[in-house]
């Protein structure tokens, strides 16, 4: 009790500073904020620019598995003769944009989309804070994430053009990659950097700055989410930075890191001292990139669970199996990165000791994912716009989860590995599952960011669209990957005879991918349209018992808080009997 | 507004703000010379030949360099207990004497690195030179990052005392846990690099 009294009074002494506050500039204002609300909606604006542009790689590159070899309508003769002669796409582009596609959407994207933008502006306030504990690191990891991806982008217009070997940057193909590669690396360095500093200000906001009360059962799911997902970006980030400046090595100072002895590139013998290892790299790229995938997906399974809460007006089903699912999660994903190299002939005992920790992990998953689907039982659910999103999110990311099975075991493995089977499995996981939460969370926080809602119909249209293009993308993948298509060809896999039968389906996903960015002109324009002119509601639109729709205005001041918030409950109160409204917010007193 | 807990300590986990974040901040940094650590141990143990670094290198030098460090491990905690001791010049000094100390080590690093040049030794000769240029590399970085942040504190950073002399002194304690973390990862180094 005494430590609560005594955190009480500090926040109190935060708030009687909060009066004398002087107007900032334009360019402190809105440009180097220092505020994790603005930060945050800068972090959610650049990062949806970056999807954009990711995703309008993708649909050039499907019109060149539809149509191979025909030139691209409206923008091929935009895209140079040395990429697209006459607006035919050469393959050497085809790979550039394969490469870039990857690291944009998952580095520059996704990640700062469901961390750097929904922990920012949410995380401060779900807890109480009056903002992160460094807001001038926050405003720094902003920076650095954005000269990051100018450096990415810069990349496309050096000789050679972007970096074109994967996403994943496999050496020795990536050491004797053109310069773009090295603009790849000192890119993901500020990437990199920027995430480092902003896990290190959640964990810290989260543990220290707390409001009086809120213990930890008492935080909302998102919360953990975000703290779990900021300790793998802590953890597993270094690692990558170490590959990083490994290969950067090899590239300018001719090491061999990861160049193996008797290396011979067209037909002539490397001039290189060698004794590397390729392994190597795969090894440190995937110790990042396992927990990773959790980075993508744990903020979206906060942002659903803290949807599902509030629109089915029920507690979570088995919150606190969620959260201990969630810890044990983080733990398990630093010790399954091999899965993804069973064919790299790392020896059959480490093939098995890495499936079945690869199965383990599967365990939490299944218990968070079933906690949700637990949660609608019984209930009487409001299907509000953000809660299709969140509704579609749980079957869209079972499918994700449970096609990664066969992936995960090493036999099963074989004949799946490197079809388009496994970009099925990945993409079911981050696209129609992650995006599709991180949707819902705009359309859900948007009212507290500006005081306006989305409009429900746009938003519905916006939805159903989305939900059955994106499915009409990826479920044919599963079909062509099965039957042993390459994921890599770049003219679809036209040359196979194996592929003959299914590769009828490349219009089918093509269409429909472009059908999907149709459909995101609705959300476009609801997004600008509901800033400007959408319905004006009160602060707590969704009737919600979080502190940052029952204690904060909407859009919350500089500061957060009128008066410091204190909690006296659980963060999912609703419809609890003997009450007259069905929900109880957390910093609602207990009466004697 | 302000952010509680930048100078005092959160009752119920004993540690203001910075102090946590440098503790988060050393263990990412743990992560990513135990990265360079483990690659440099995976290269050796899959080498067909691999030379000792007592062959290679300075060992001489490198000792210097080692009891130089502690030495400014030392200077640092020095100054740090002259702040709880209220006596700002003796502390600027010890903060002065640990950058001199650090500048020290660079600057024998720096000839260490020219010798080998000379000797035509660069890091594209052979796996063993690659790594010991990267990690030295890496870690010499970091000696450089600690040389500004001490310079800072020492300088134009101490007229924070006038005003806030609890913050000024915990800002000497987090730049010491970097300092201390930094001579630490030489203490690794040495035998891994050098006599091993």
Redesign the interface.
């Known amino acids: 009790m005494?430590?609560v009294a005594?955190?009480g009074k500090?926040?109190a002494?935060?708030a009687h500073?909060?009066h004398h506050?002087e107007e900032l500039s334009f360019l402190r204002k809105y440009v180097f904020s220092v505020d994790h609300k603005w930060i945050g909606i800068q972090y959610g604006i650049t990062s949806l620019l970056f999807l954009l542009f990711g995703f309008s790689l993708m649909m050039i590159m499907r019109w060149q598995l539809a149509f191979p070899g025909r030139p691209i309508p409206l923008i091929g003769p935009y895209l140079g003769e040395a990429n697209a002669p006459g607006g035919i796409m050469l393959p050497e582009f085809y790979n550039q944009l394969g490469a870039m596609h990857g690291t944009i959407m998952v580095f520059m994207g996704v990640v700062p989309l469901a961390v750097g933008a929904f922990g920012n502006f949410v995380v401060p306030l779900q807890i109480g804070?009056?903002?992160?504990?460094?807001?001038k690191l926050n405003m720094l990891s902003y920076w650095a994430y954005f000269v990051g991806g100018v450096v990415m982008l810069s990349s496309f217009f050096v000789p050679g053009g972007a970096a074109n070997s994967g996403w994943t940057s496999y050496a020795p193909l990536s050491v004797l990659a053109t310069q773009g590669q090295t603009w790849w690396l000192v890119g993901m360095i500020f990437l990199i950097t920027s995430s480092?500093l902003g896990?290190?200000?959640f964990?810290?906001t989260i543990?220290?700055?707390r409001a009086p009360g809120l213990t930890w059962m008492r935080l909302p799911f998102f919360v953990w989410a975000q703290l779990v997902t900021a300790f793998l970006l802590?953890?597993?980030?270094?690692?990558l930075?170490?590959?990083g400046?490994?290969q950067l090595?090899d590239r300018l100072?001719?090491?061999?890191?990861f160049l193996p002895s008797g290396l011979v590139v067209g037909n002539k013998p490397l001039e290189?001292?060698?004794?590397?290892?390729p392994l190597?790299w795969q090894?440190?790229f995937w110790?990042l990139a396992h927990p990773e995938v959790y980075v993508l997906i744990l903020p979206a399974m906060g942002i659903v669970a803290e949807i599902i809460a509030n629109n089915t007006r029920k507690p979570l089903w088995g919150y606190k199996a969620m959260v201990y699912s969630v810890i044990f999660l983080g733990f398990m994903s630093f010790a399954v990165w091999a899965h993804h190299m069973f064919f790299t002939g790392m020896g059959t005992v480490i093939s098995a000791f890495f499936q079945t920790t690869t199965m383990i992990i599967s365990i939490p998953s299944v218990i968070i994912l079933s906690a949700l689907f637990l949660s609608l039982y019984g209930a009487s659910i409001r299907f509000t716009t953000p809660m299709l999103f969140a509704l579609a999110f749980l079957p869209m990311f079972g499918i994700g989860g449970l096609t990664g099975l066969p992936l995960g075991l090493a036999s099963s493995d074989i004949p799946l590995h490197d079809t388009y089977y496994v970009i099925g499995h990945f993409h079911y996981v981050v696209a129609p599952g992650t995006l599709m939460a991180l949707f819902g969370g705009i359309y859900f926080w948007f009212p507290k960011a500006t005081g306006r809602t989305m409009n429900d119909l746009l938003g519905k249209i916006h939805f159903w669209g989305s939900f059955v293009c994106i499915n009409g993308v990826f479920m044919p993948m599963f079909i062509q990957g099965l039957a042993g298509v390459n994921r890599r060809l770049y003219d679809g896999g036209m040359q196979y005879a194996h592929a003959k039968d299914v590769l009828h389906w490349n219009t089918f996903m093509s269409y429909s991918a472009w059908g999907l960015a149709f459909f995101q002109i609705f959300f476009i324009i609801n997004f600008f349209w509901s800033m400007k002119a959408g319905r004006k509601v009160s602060d707590n639109v969704w009737s919600a018992t979080t502190l940052e729709w029952a204690a904060a205005p909407s859009p919350p001041p500089?500061?957060n808080f009128l008066t410091p918030p204190a909690v006296f409950r659980g963060p999912y109160e609703y419809s609890v009997p003997g009450h007259e409204a069905d929900y109880l917010p957390q910093n609602q007193p207990t009466k004697a | 507004?302000?952010?509680?807990?930048?100078v005092?300590a959160?009752?119920?986990?004993g540690?203001p703000?910075p102090k946590?974040?440098i503790w988060?901040?050393l263990?990412?940094?743990v992560?990513?010379?135990?990265?360079?650590f483990s690659?440099y141990i995976?290269?050796r143990v899959?080498?067909?030949a691999w030379p000792h670094g007592y062959q290679e290198l300075n060992v001489p030098l490198a000792t210097l360099n080692t009891v130089v460090l502690i030495a400014s491990s030392v200077t640092m905690v020095m100054s740090w207990a002259q702040l709880k001791m209220h006596n700002l010049a003796r502390a600027r000094m010890y903060l002065w004497l640990t950058v001199t100390l650090a500048l020290v080590f660079l600057v024998v690093k720096f000839f260490e690195y020219g010798s080998h040049f000379a000797a035509g030794e660069?890091?594209?000769?052979?796996?063993f030179l690659?790594?010991y240029?990267?990690l030295t590399g890496?870690h010499g970085l970091h000696v450089l990052g600690g040389v500004i942040v001490n310079s800072y504190l020492a300088g134009p950073g101490a007229a924070m005392w006038r005003t806030e002399p609890e913050q000024y002194t915990n800002r000497v304690e987090v730049a010491g846990l970097y300092w201390h973390f930094v001579d630490l990862v030489w203490i690794f180094l040495f035998p891994a690099l050098y006599l091993l």
């Open positions: 005494d430590n005594s955190v500090a926040h002494v935060e500073a909060h506050e804070a009056p903002d992160m504990a460094f807001p480092l896990a290190l200000n964990i810290v543990i220290q700055l802590l953890l597993a980030f270094p690692p930075e170490a590959a400046v490994l090595m100072a001719h090491t061999s890191f290189i001292s060698g004794g590397g290892s190597l090894h440190l110790f500089h500061g | 507004m302000q952010i509680p807990y930048t005092e959160r009752p119920d986990t540690l703000n946590l974040g988060l901040f263990a990412s940094e992560m990513l010379f135990g990265a360079l690659s995976l290269l899959s080498a067909p660069y890091p594209e000769h052979s796996t690659a790594i240029f990267t890496l």
